[in-house]
């Protein structure tokens, strides 16, 4: 394996790491100025503003679990 594919597989092994980070960052960058975030918590919608509080926005159906490989038929 060159050099260039073992950097390459290590990358992509940890984009989800990267991406979680990036994720946590803009959350907290966001509050920092002064802006509200949208959180979804087991079907509820709440908008978190910078001094911490939570405000309902929606509520809707909590998510459902399904299965790897699963299909639905939409109707």
Known sequence: MTPNEQS?????????DLAASALTQAYWQTLASGNSVLESDNGIIYEVLPDGTRKVVK????????QAGARRVIP
Request: charge should be negative.
């Open 8 to 16: 390459m597989r290590f990358l992509e092994e940890h984009i989800p």
């Open 59 to 66: 509520t809707s159906v909590p998510p459902s679990v399904v």
